[in-house]
């Protein structure tokens, strides 16, 4: 153990592949030593500069392994996180994803707020400046603020646009993928964001796959609950999907498709008894919450439908025509204008509610602003497509491919090949 | 703790309920590993002036039940939030002066009540043609007497035949144009990528 830490001492300044070779030689020796070694070396190794990230690192993640006090655990993973340093942690990847499942699943066992911060700073540790890569710690992040109840903290991280993936610096996998984008979605269903929380859950059902993975299944029924609350015409798995994803959802989420086709009916009370019978598996799943809120949706979309056909109706009328019984429809209507869902005015004396249209006239300083940032957010988007579009086309596969393509599939390996390979490379070079 | 009160002080005087808010939250994650109270009580209220009663709902969920019990203000708190959740007017007005508030709540919910009435005031001149004077002290909190008043002040017309009826006035709202330097500056950033 003592080498261990010599070793630790001596080459984290010099060569950290060395180091790193020693390491995961001395694996055996880490685990067979007592717990009272162990921690010894942790806190002679704990510097807040991060000189020794990569050796508190192995030690720390052989510490997953034994038997540990999760509160003595929890406050050295913090503290490792919030000092460590990139270079170091990323020779190591798949160690420190292991650190931190560890700790995600400690820290909300016991308290999962606790989790986020470190969580947050990890993320920016792992991967780059500008923070568009994916790592894995970004769906464990994720995970603890859901269970912490905390889903405005990890918003941001949402909405920062993530698109790119390095499985050698951050140890990133498929599944990685999927958990991301369906905890994001949960977190914007809880902000009421429904179709940002779509977007979201269709990307993991259309996710390339051979095996239909539960969290594909588990995401296509909350991406009907979604998709009914925001009134979206298709419900249906994108075309693009895997085989047998659409296989599975007919066997396994006929409840949710039994409730959008009730939805379709515009009948409040078919929808209620849909919902009924469905409880139970609705409560099973989670998702009784947000069925409830299909509910009200199509209540509100009823009242919204009326407006096209009538300029003036009474409000027992509104009632019977759109099935809602419970006698607060002036609250419900007078709810519905603030949110700016219909534009009405109530007659109390008549008893009338009038529809007209809307007085936005789209004039003021507030639209101008709106399409300020959305041009802006278009005009940042063709840049980041136009980068990512550079590099696939000078990445050496898609020379190789264009090449091959060209050729008619012909393997021959002759002299011939440089020239052509060279002439391509120049072609693309003066294409730019 | 001293210092964080100076702060969020100084974020209600200014009126930035969204900053004090965004302090909050992050202190909230930092008390999590530390010693120290995060400030549930002013997130709470100020969750509730900004009108984002969804995050509001989540914060009580996850406030340590110990923390309910030693705390009876943050309950009374949530019973304001639970009534503008509901949308029960009547219930909201009788919830803000239900409770003896310290002196930082006691101001936050005065300017909640305010700001609330100006809010709901706005939405009656909106929806409604005609309306009675009951509807509108409900929504208001308002005693008859006032109601009255507060009518008379803002002009509404009363209707010829029938007492207690009034035609609201509709608010004009002011539109400001103003283009400024950045606008220009974003104009000609458009134009350079257009003809790129």
């Known amino acids: 153990m003592e080498e261990v830490v010599n070793n630790v001492f001596v080459l984290s300044e010099v060569d950290l592949d060395d180091l790193k070779e020693r390491l995961e030689n001395s694996q055996e020796i880490i685990l067979r030593s007592t717990p009272d070694q162990l921690e010894q070396a942790i806190t002679q190794l704990y510097l807040p500069t991060g000189d020794y990230t990569l050796g508190l690192l192995y030690l720390l993640s052989v510490k997953c392994i034994l038997e540990f006090d999760p509160t003595v655990f929890i406050q050295q993973v913090t503290g490792f996180i919030s000092s460590a340093n990139s270079v170091q942690l990323r020779k190591a990847p798949a160690k420190f994803r292991l650190l931190c499942e560890k700790y995600t699943d400690i820290c909300c066992q016991e308290n999962p707020i606790i989790a986020i911060k470190p969580l947050s700073e990890a993320i920016w540790k792992i991967g780059n400046p500008t923070g568009n890569l994916l790592t894995p710690q970004h769906w464990m992040l994720l995970k603890s603020a859901i269970l912490a109840k905390c889903y405005h903290a990890v918003v941001p991280h949402l909405k920062h646009s993530v698109y790119n993936i390095e499985n050698t610096l951050t140890n990133v996998e498929s599944k990685d993928v999927r958990l991301f984008y369906y905890y994001g979605g949960i977190i914007f269903l809880s902000q009421k964001e ?239 | ?87 029960n007017y009547p219930l909201f007005y009788a919830s803000v002066s239900a409770y003896e508030w310290n002196v930082m709540i006691g101001t936050m919910v005065s300017i909640l009540i305010e700001q609330f009435r100006q809010k709901t005031f706005k939405l009656l001149s909106r929806g409604f043609s005609m309306i009675s004077t009951n509807t509108i002290s409900t929504h208001l909190g308002l005693s008859p007497e006032d109601t009255l008043q507060l009518i008379a002040e803002r002009g509404w017309e009363e209707h010829p035949e029938i007492e207690g009826m009034f035609k609201p006035k509709p608010i004009e709202e002011i539109l400001r144009e103003g283009s400024s330097l950045a606008d220009l500056q974003s104009l000609t950033n458009y134009v350079v990528f257009l003809h790129k």
């Not at chain 1, 300029?311 to 949110?339: C, F, N, P, W, Y």
């Not at chain 2, 009160?5 to 965004?22: R, V």
Request: glycine share 4%; hydrophobic share 40%.
């Open chain 1, 194 to 432: 429904f179709r940002n929380a779509v977007e979201f859950f269709r990307n993991v059902i259309s996710s390339p796959a051979l095996v239909t993975s539960v969290i594909m299944i588990e995401a296509y029924k909350k991406y009907v609950l979604a998709s009914l609350i925001i009134n979206s015409t298709t419900t249906q798995v994108p075309r693009y999907a895997s085989n047998g994803l659409i296989r599975h959802v007919r066997s396994l989420c006929s409840p949710y498709e039994e409730f959008a086709t009730s939805y379709r009916t515009n009948s409040l009370e078919d929808l209620s008894k849909c919902l009924e019978n469905h409880s139970e598996e609705f409560v099973k799943d989670g998702n009784f919450g947000l069925a409830k809120q299909v509910l009200e949706s199509l209540a509100r979309e009823n009242i919204a439908r009326l407006t096209k056909t009538y300029l003036t109706l009474s409000i027992e009328d509104i009632a019977t025509q759109a099935g809602l019984l419970d006698g607060h429809l002036i609250e419900r209507v007078l709810s519905m204008i603030q949110k700016g869902q219909v534009f009405a005015k109530i007659n109390e004396l008549d008893g009338m509610i009038s529809f007209h249209e809307s007085t936005e006239k789209y004039n003021s300083t507030t639209t101008l602003q709106y399409l300020d940032k959305q041009i802006h957010e278009t005009i940042g988007l063709y840049e980041q497509l136009t980068t990512i579009d550079n590099e696939i086309a000078f990445s050496n596969e898609y020379i190789h491919k264009i090449l091959r393509s060209d050729r008619g599939g012909s393997r021959s390996w002759s002299g011939m090949d440089e020239d052509d390979y060279n002439s391509s490379l120049a072609m693309s070079m003066s294409g730019m």
């Open chain 2, 1 to 87: 703790m001293e210092n964080y009160e100076a702060e969020m002080q100084s974020f209600i005087a200014d009126q930035k309920y969204e900053a004090l808010i965004n302090y909050c939250e992050d202190l909230e994650l930092s008390a999590a590993m530390g010693d120290f109270q995060a400030p549930y009580d002013i997130l709470l209220i100020s969750y509730l002036i900004v009108g984002d009663l969804n995050n509001a709902r989540f914060l009580w969920k996850r406030i340590p039940s110990q923390t309910k019990q030693q705390n009876p203000q943050l309950g009374a708190l949530w019973s304001i939030g639970q009534a503008l959740w509901n949308e």
